[in-house]
């Protein structure tokens, strides 16, 4: 009994610092009440860049530095795998290819890839177009009124979605597609209480919907003899795998929510910032305009040895914690990038040409 305890002193001295908050809850209620960059912030001064927390029912290890960021990533990136919180699972669909490791996610990573593939997406320019013209003309019929820009280019990402993912929709699928993916969306970040009223609760039930309309789809191509078409759906229906099995409805509809999940947010926000710095920046706007002009894939922005309490030895990360790379909070770090705040492309180029 004695020896264990000492055991149990021993592992409990080799985790990071930091606070659990209550049981059960741990921090979460503390990290949903205040913007999450200064929740993490907060910690970062108070405990350094290697803490520990307690967030949405889950032990978690919070990592501000590239040093430790690279070692999950990078150096033993074997001895972790990637987990979502099991509301977020719920929410997008247990069968989506995020959650999953192995042949099925290998087989399903290939085929989103090949459905986004250059030449694939050459095919979608002319309706991307109509998209954005469309676009560009609702904004124009404001009368000089301001738009949100983040919330036109989440209706211009998904719209750009849903045109990839299912050709050209029929207008009562596409509303209904919409009305029910913004539910989804707003209650995706909330705090995961399933009682009726709730933006969790909203946001199961529109998912719900979400995967019936998916079925309709489905049925509606089988009906009309569509299976052939080469968009996404297309390629999820006309899939087999290795022992010749076909996807379920279930598994399709989970990872057609889980991409337009994947590119929404993130090309609405990249879009928004293009839109600011390029208005902002005119030598940039000229520089674009340039047809030499060229886009890189960026290389990796992180650099230096393992996880390390700085002397000394490392931390114990037990099995079963989350850990988790807080990028943000490394980006925006005056120790690793010069005027962090400040856009400044070119802070990337010296790693583009390494
Ligand atoms: C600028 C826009 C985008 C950003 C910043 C972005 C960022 C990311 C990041 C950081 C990951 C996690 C990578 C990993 O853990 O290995 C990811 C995964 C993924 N993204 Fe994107 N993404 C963007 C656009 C898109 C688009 C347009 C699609 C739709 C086709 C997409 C589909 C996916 C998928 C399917 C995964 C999961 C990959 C896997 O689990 O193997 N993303 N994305």
């Known amino acids: 009994m004695r020896k264990r305890n000492k055991g149990q002193q021993k592992q409990r001295a080799m985790l990071p610092p930091g606070s659990m908050g209550w049981p059960c809850v741990g921090e979460t209620l503390q990290l949903y009440s205040q913007d999450p960059n200064d929740f993490f912030t907060h910690k970062q001064t108070r405990y350094g860049n290697i803490f520990k927390t307690h967030i949405l029912g889950c032990p978690c290890v919070m990592l501000a530095s590239p040093e430790a960021a690279r070692f999950v990533l990078v150096t033993h990136a074997h001895l972790f795998k990637p987990t979502y919180p099991k509301s977020k699972e719920k929410m997008i669909g247990p069968f989506a290819l995020f959650f999953h490791q192995g042949n099925y996610h290998t087989n399903l990573r290939k085929l989103v890839q090949s459905s986004f593939a250059p030449e694939a997406v050459r095919k979608l320019v002319p309706g991307i177009e109509a998209i954005a013209i469309s676009a560009l003309e609702s904004w124009a019929s404001t009368g000089g009124q301001a738009i949100h820009t983040f919330h036109e280019m989440k209706k211009f990402s998904f719209e750009v979605g849903i045109l990839s993912i299912f050709g050209h929709l029929d207008g009562k699928y596409m509303e209904e597609l919409k009305e029910n993916y913004c539910i989804l969306d707003k209650g995706y970040n909330s705090f995961p ?112 040895p393992s996880l390390d309490r700085g002397r000394g030895r490392g931390y114990l990360i037990p099995k079963g914690w989350k850990v988790m790379p807080l990028f943000r909070t490394i980006h925006h770090n005056p120790e690793f990038f010069v005027d962090p705040q400040n856009f400044d492309p070119s802070r990337f180029e010296v790693w583009s040409s390494i």
């Not at 052939?228 to 929510?257: A, Y």
Request: proline fraction near 3%; charge should be negative.
């Open 193 to 304: 209480t399933n009682f009726p009223g709730t933006a969790y609760n909203k946001a199961i039930l529109a998912r719900r919907r979400l995967g019936e309309l998916v079925s309709e789809i489905i049925c509606e191509r089988r009906e009309k003899d569509l299976l052939v078409k080469k968009d996404l759906l297309g390629h999820l229906l006309n899939f087999k795998n290795e022992e010749g099995q076909t996807l379920s409805e279930d598994q399709i509809s989970d990872n057609i929510i889980g991409v337009l999940f994947a590119a929404q947010d993130t090309t609405a926000s990249v879009l928004t910032w293009i839109l600011k710095y390029l208005h902002d920046d005119q030598k940039l706007l000229e520089a674009v305009k340039d047809p030499i002009f060229e886009v890189r894939i960026l290389g990796p922005e992180m650099s230096g």
